[in-house]
């Protein structure tokens, strides 16, 4: 017993360490990653044709290629043309455009899903089409997508968890440092498991309530 | 760049022997998320409410937990606790599979309520017990619902393979460090891998678009 | 017709949602040979009845004779044998939609009577070919129109060799030009001896085919009797006001 408050004692403080380095691994990567697929998501519904394609390439390619992948490209790959990250800059590099496709992924459904009729009134009544994609388009779209984008930030809480792999020592990197030195890697990784599992259950309720309060009566469905 | 594309050469049959390996654990994580899952759905929408928190309980962990954080668990704490021995690769099949038997429960959950109640009204009005109704008429139609989520789903635990490399089972990605460890063409040959990744995302999601055609029932499109 | 014996008594079923009754002290008999028709507005608890007497709905009060013994549903396999000499007919249709046509009639067979593949083949085309589907036995659901699909229905209830058969609006959910083919289905069942127990906006069907007609109406069975009786000179002054609307609508004066 007095083992289990020693090792907490010992723990937690290097758990302590990771997880806020996990923060500051997710909160950049979540925000770059839906600024980016709003941004790509618009370019690709409304873009002219070789805007588009290349939206849909980088699309293609970030949703393609594993994660993993991904991360040994930024951190290990890069080097080979004389780019250089630190493991954290790779990490959130990866993370955010990795997110970014995926989230523009739902921006992009839920832009579809707008009726045409209302853009068609917008230019009607004169506004200039970006006019009509900040003030009328947006706005419906974003509760639309709001379901599918908030999903894709709970994976990314999960996947952050990825930066060990190219030696950014977050939360689960910490766990694997101290579970290879004491062998207690059943209790480590069970509290470690419990962290992550406390963060996405929070970020999941939080995603259940800004849908509520965002809901508008009667628009619950998409597409018609 | 020519020893870039000479490196790739060499390793490439290096590499594509490991798509093996990946496919090996995309087909029995996906297996046992399918045997797993069925019994989940069936659990949620037929069980009895103490079943329906069980199940819910198993969905909620399963999917809240990082995968690597679960690896390393059940890899290690497996044999640190209770002194089993498993390879890696049996340990990253089981633990993929877990995963992606909550994801595919409510898949098929989601398919299963989609059907007519009528259905299984029918099958209880011709003397069949609820077990038969499931799993003569639920099932077969709810199975094949679900044809596009599971394409999704394939292409997330394929990619999800790569993560069994911190375990050290030698798939694509494990290969290619491997190689670029030696050569120091990491560039290249990390791209490499994320093509065949690519490649066999494309090969699977079409094959699954071809047996939706197959077991598409006449007549019947969207519901 | 009369000196047949009681082949199902149903005695003071009664269904509550809640603390709405929807269902309140049903009784009647029937006998064999005999069709009883319900009639009566929406949500009158007709389609609660049916569902009652085969259990897809349980009754929170009341008692069921087949053939006069005690219908005891709290085993399952009992409640299971019980249902297969029960058949029901939906308002819409029910049919197993990834099974042909012929399928659907065969799958009972097999899976619940227990008959070898050939024998529920052969049964089941027979009973096809009784209701007039030689030709779509290949068919799915899907490519059946709404009288052949409840048609199928009828053939898959036949194939059980049930005792009484409860139809619940077989033909509400169809198109005007496809009831008759349904209705003459029906008729041919009748004049088989098959005892039946239906419910139906059919007015004119009711009067030319029932034996007895029960008007029912927020959950109670107000009145029954024969057709030319409750059209004519029905006791309830409801039921009377019920017919003369109907009588308005349909034209109908016997």
């Known amino acids: 017993m007095e083992e289990l408050f020693f090792i907490q004692g010992e723990v937690a403080p290097a758990l302590w360490k990771g997880l806020l380095v996990s923060f500051r691994l997710i909160v950049p990567s979540a925000l770059f990653g839906v600024v980016i697929g709003v941004f790509v998501g618009v370019l690709r519904v409304f873009g002219n044709p070789f805007v588009a394609g290349l939206a849909n390439t980088y699309v293609a390619l970030f949703r393609g290629f594993p994660l993993v992948v991904q991360l040994f490209i930024w951190y290990f790959g890069l080097p080979h043309i004389g780019i250089y990250f630190t493991p954290y800059g790779a990490s959130v590099i990866a993370f955010s455009l990795c997110s970014g496709a995926y989230h523009s992924e739902y921006v992009r459904g839920a832009l579809l899903s707008i009726k045409r009729g209302q853009m068609l009134a917008a230019q009607a009544l004169g506004f200039s089409k970006v006019q009509m994609i900040w003030s009328v388009v947006l706005p419906q779209a974003f509760r639309r997508a709001l379901p599918g984008c908030g999903n894709e930030i709970v994976y990314l809480i999960k996947y952050s968890s990825l930066a060990y792999m190219i030696t950014c020592i977050e939360l689960t990197g910490q766990g694997k440092i101290i579970a290879s030195e004491t062998f207690k890697y059943t209790e480590v990784f069970m509290i470690v498991g419990a962290v992550y599992l406390v963060l996405t259950s929070f970020a999941s309720w939080g995603l259940h309530h800004l849908e509520s309060r965002f809901r508008i009566p009667g628009f619950q469905h998409y597409g018609m | 760049m020519m020893e870039s594309l000479a490196a790739i050469r060499e390793a490439l049959p290096y590499l594509l022997q490991g798509s093996l390996v990946t496919l090996g654990l995309v087909a029995g994580a996906l297996g046992l998320g399918l045997v797993v899952g069925t019994f989940l759905a069936v659990g949620q929408v037929y069980g009895s409410s103490w079943v329906r928190r069980l199940v819910f309980l198993y969905v909620w962990f399963f999917r809240g937990v990082p995968l690597l954080v679960l690896l390393f668990l059940f890899y290690f704490g497996l044999f640190t606790f209770f002194q089993i021995n498993i390879s890696a690769f049996t340990a990253s099949v089981i633990v993929l599979g877990l995963i992606s038997a909550a994801y595919q429960s409510q898949i098929l959950r989601g398919s299963i309520l989609s059907l007519p109640e009528g259905q299984m009204k029918a099958a209880k009005a011709l003397g069949m017990s609820n077990v038969q109704g499931i799993f003569l008429i639920i099932l077969p139609?709810?199975?094949?619902?679900?044809?596009?989520?599971?394409?999704?789903?394939?292409?997330?635990?394929?990619?999800?393979?790569?993560?069994?490399?911190?375990?050290?089972?030698?798939?694509?990605?494990?290969?290619?460090?491997?190689?670029?460890?030696?050569?120091?063409?990491?560039?290249?040959?990390?791209?490499?891998?994320?093509?065949?990744?690519?490649?066999?995302?494309?090969?699977?999601?079409?094959?699954?678009r071809v047996l939706e055609d197959r077991v598409r029932i006449p007549g019947y499109s969207q519901r | 017709m009369n000196g047949n014996q009681i082949i199902l008594q149903v005695e003071k079923l009664t269904k509550r949602y809640g603390d709405k009754e929807v269902l309140k002290d049903a009784s009647f008999s029937i006998r064999k040979g005999e069709l009883k028709i319900l009639i009566g507005p929406s949500g009158g608890g007709k389609s609660t009845l049916l569902q009652c007497i085969n259990f897809l709905v349980r009754p929170n009060a009341g008692r069921i004779f087949l053939d006069g013994r005690e219908v005891l549903y709290s085993r399952k396999r009992d409640l299971y044998a019980y249902r297969q000499k029960v058949g029901m007919i939906f308002q819409d249709f029910n049919l197993f939609d990834h099974l042909t046509a012929l399928g659907n009639v065969e799958i009972a067979l097999v899976r619940v009577k227990k008959m070898s593949r050939e024998e529920a083949r052969m049964r089941a085309s027979a009973e096809l070919d009784r209701v007039g589907l030689k030709d779509h036995m290949e068919k799915y659901p899907a490519q059946l129109s709404g009288g052949q699909k409840q048609r199928v229905s009828i053939a898959r209830a036949l194939a059980m060799d049930p005792k009484v058969m409860l139809l619940d609006e077989p033909t509400s959910a169809l198109d005007p030009e496809l009831i008759s083919e349904v209705l003459s289905v029906i008729r041919d069942l009748r004049a088989n001896g098959m005892t039946m127990i239906m419910s139906t906006h059919q007015i004119s069907f009711a009067s030319e085919m029932a034996d007895e007609i029960l008007f029912m109406e927020d959950g109670i069975i107000v009145e029954a009797g024969a057709p030319k009786k409750l059209f004519a000179r029905a006791e309830c002054q409801r039921t009377r006001e019920f017919f003369m609307k109907i009588a308005e609508i349909y034209g109908e004066s016997r």
Do not use: C
Request: hydrophobic share 50%; aromatic share 14%.
């Open chain 2, 141 to 208: 139609q709810a199975f094949r619902l679900s044809v596009p989520g599971w394409s999704n789903e394939y292409s997330i635990v394929l990619k999800d393979t790569a993560v069994s490399y911190a375990l050290g089972v030698m798939e694509v990605m494990a290969r290619a460090h491997f190689v670029a460890s030696r050569t120091y063409e990491h560039l290249p040959l990390y791209f490499t891998a994320g093509v065949i990744f690519l490649i066999l995302t494309y090969g699977g999601t079409k094959a699954l």
